[in-house]
Every structure is written in structure tokens, then in C-alpha cells.
């Protein structure tokens, strides 16, 4: 196995900034972080300044490079969406199929299976969104397809899970009895809340069944009121509930987003997400999701109703976002991409974090947050080009 000793840039772990560091890799896997100076027999290799910090982790990854899961689930597909996200810095993610038909569902766990057997770089398991949602909600999801959870659904999802190394699934709470969020975290999947007008009590009900997720803060989903917290009030208010957010600018404004930072309990945090479709990477100005038309323009994804359907996103411009405008400090912005989502998903040292045993996934950035390099297990996967 090689051993390197990457020098010349601040190194942020996961938790705490190493100046004056090298990051020691060995084969696939962090060895440590040491001072610059010390002896090693790793091979130097110096990244002339910037940031090293952790790959990012998305949760929530409809397509990009031209492909989308819900228009060909297969292996072709899941590996055109990772290896698109790797220039922008994204090291794991979840291929995510919204609300479709059974065929497809079942399609694209059989494509989820293939990609662990081939062990295709970046592939971390799978996001079904829905079909199990509420129609009030739907957002871009075709409510033609949306339906109750019966038993064969369950008893699918339970059998997927067994075959692939995470599963998460967005489901309504008022659509889903707690005794099936029970049955399906019990099976190790991760239950999400999402595409929800439930009350607060339900949210609390479904969260004491084993939910421990909302999928895109504040959209699609029941708001904070005065009288009626709802699904954005249970997700701030229920410190075991993780929750995705958009932070596009354009699904949550700006302001909303630092409220609801600074209101969330813990210990479960707010994460970013990139909720991309099959764009992202391309020149496309629209695309076909499900039967329907939809148009790129102005930073965004919309139906002809005007409706949002994903978000033209990577997760570097998430960060950037998040730290410039909405301003928090560049280390809780980088966690928000890579700790945060890894701890939500549990697999976390593995990923999100450069601490010893973990995987040898980092990202180079320049100080001005522009992707230099991406390594994956040890090996670069992408490096700008110089001019």
C-alpha cells in the first residue's frame, strides 16, 4: 500500500483545524495527521496552499451528468450520477428515486445491488422519496403515483435493506403508521419525514417510532405556525430528528435558513443536501421528469406551473452559500456537507471525518473555496485543470 503525506494546506478534520499539518494517507484509509516537519517515510506530496477537509456527503441526489434515476434505474445511471459529483467535490452519496411506480422502485434497488458488487466509487446506497407521501405536499411529485404503504411495500424496503449497505426512505407521517417507521428502522433502514402536512404530535409520534430525518427543510412539507408547529417546527424543536436543507437561496431564503439554525436542538443537526437532477454538469435547459417538462433557467428547476422540481445545486456552491451569505463560519459549513450528513446517515468516522481508520475521502479547496482536487479511498478522482 502507498503511504503519502499531503503537505502545504490548512487541514480541517471534521471537528479542528491543523496549520502547519500533513495529512498522512495509507492505501484507502487516514493514517493520521502529523506536524509538517516530522520524519515519515510517507511520500510528500505538497498541495501548495488552501484547505484539505473532508469529501461531502449527499443524501440527496436525484441525477446529474445526464442521467436520472427515475428515468433509467439502472447501473449505468447510479454510476454517471457519481462519477458527475465527483469534480464538484462529493465523495459519497445516495442515488435518489422520487415517487414512481413499483417496477421502477424495485428496478432501481436491483441497480442499487449491482452497484455494491461492482463497487462503484462514491456509491453509498440508495434515497427512495415517496411513493408513500401526502398528495397535499406532493411538490413535484406526480400524485398518480403517490399511495399508502401496504404490506408487500414494507416487506420490499426490509428486503432491500438487507442488500445494500444504507437505505433511506422519505415517507409522510400521517401516510405511514408508526408501527411501520417501527418496522423498517428496526430493519435498519433510515426513516425520513417529508412531502408531510402532519401535525407536530404525529412528527413526535413518528420520531418515537424510529423516524430520525426531514428531507428538505421547509419545503414541501407543513410550516411553523403559531398555533400548529408542524413538520418544520418538530424537526427544529425534536433534538433526534436530522434535517436536509436546500441552500440554494431559492428554496429557503437566506434569512430563514440562520433562524432555523440558530433555533435547532440537538444533538441532531441541520445538513445540506444538493437534491440535483440530471443537469447538474451539463449545458441542459430541461429535462423530462416522470412524464412532465422540466425548465432550467435562473438558478433553477421548475415545472410549467412553476413549481420546484429538485435544484440546479452542487454541494460546493451549498457550502459557499451557507458560509458567505447566510454566514456561518467555514468549519460549520464544511461539517454541514460531510460530518453532519454522515452522522445522520451513521456512517460516520467512516465518512465525513480525516481522523485515524477513517476512508481517505478529502477534498483540496483554495482559499477562496474553488475545487482543486478530489480523492476518493486513498486515489484523486478529480483535479482542476491549470490553464
Known amino acids: 500500500m502507498s503511504r503519502i503525506a499531503y503537505t502545504g494546506a490548512r487541514i480541517f478534520d471534521g471537528e479542528l483545524w491543523w496549520d502547519r499539518s500533513a495529512l498522512v494517507v495509507n492505501g484507502d484509509r487516514v493514517e493520521g495527521i502529523i506536524a509538517a516537519d516530522s520524519p515519515t517515510d510517507a511520500q510528500r506530496v505538497s498541495l501548495g496552499g488552501g484547505i484539505v477537509a473532508p469529501g461531502f456527503v449527499d443524501l440527496q441526489v436525484n441525477g446529474g451528468g445526464g442521467g436520472l434515476l427515475n428515468l433509467t434505474p439502472d447501473l449505468k445511471t447510479i454510476e454517471t450520477i457519481c462519477t458527475n459529483f465527483v469534480q464538484f467535490g ?134 411553523l405556525g403559531n398555533r400548529e408547529p408542524g413538520v418544520v417546527g418538530a424537526a427544529l424543536d425534536l433534538g433526534t430528528l436530522w434535517a436536509g436543507l436546500i441552500a440554494d437561496g431559492i428554496h429557503v431564503e437566506a434569512t430563514s435558513i440562520g433562524v432555523a439554525l440558530r433555533a435547532k436542538r440537538g444533538p441532531a443537526k441541520i445538513f445540506l443536501v444538493t437534491d440535483a437532477m440530471s443537469p447538474t454538469g451539463t449545458d441542459w435547459t430541461q429535462f423530462e421528469l416522470t412524464g412532465r417538462t422540466v425548465y432550467r433557467k435562473d438558478g433553477a428547476l421548475r415545472l410549467a406551473d412553476g413549481t420546484l422540481a429538485g435544484a440546479d445545486l452542487t454541494m460546493i456552491d451549498a457550502i459557499t452559500f451557507i458560509h458567505k451569505t447566510v454566514g456561518l463560519p467555514l468549519e460549520e459549513a464544511l461539517r454541514m456537507a460531510s460530518l453532519y450528513p454522515a452522522q445522520a446517515l451513521g456512517v460516520s468516522p467512516d465518512h465525513g471525518s480525516l481522523v485515524k481508520g477513517s476512508r481517505a475521502d478529502f477534498v483540496h479547496l483554495s482559499d477562496d473555496l474553488k475545487l482543486r482536487k478530489t480523492v476518493i479511498g486513498g486515489e484523486t478522482a478529480w483535479t482542476a485543470q491549470t490553464a
Open 90 to 223: 462529493t465523495t459519497a452519496l445516495l442515488p435518489t428515486l422520487i415517487t414512481d411506480t413499483r417496477e421502477k422502485n424495485a428496478a432501481a434497488i436491483t441497480a442499487g445491488v449491482e452497484a455494491v458488487q461492482k463497487n462503484v466509487r462514491g456509491f453509498l446506497g440508495l434515497h427512495l422519496e415517496g411513493p408513500h407521501l401526502a398528495v397535499s405536499r406532493k411538490g413535484a411529485h406526480d400524485p398518480k403515483l403517490i399511495r399508502p404503504m401496504d404490506e408487500a411495500d414494507l416487506t420490499a424496503l426490509v428486503e432491500a435493506r438487507k442488500k445494500l449497505p444504507n437505505l433511506l426512505t422519505t415517507v409522510a407521517a400521517e401516510t405511514v403508521a408508526p408501527n411501520q417507521i417501527t418496522r423498517l428502522h428496526e430493519a435498519g433502514l433510515v426513516v425520513s419525514i417529508g412531502h408531510s402536512d402532519a401535525s407536530y404530535a404525529m412528527v413526535k409520534t413518528a420520531a418515537e417510532a424510529g423516524a430520525s430525518m426531514v428531507t428538505h427543510l421547509f419545503n414541501a412539507q407543513s410550516q
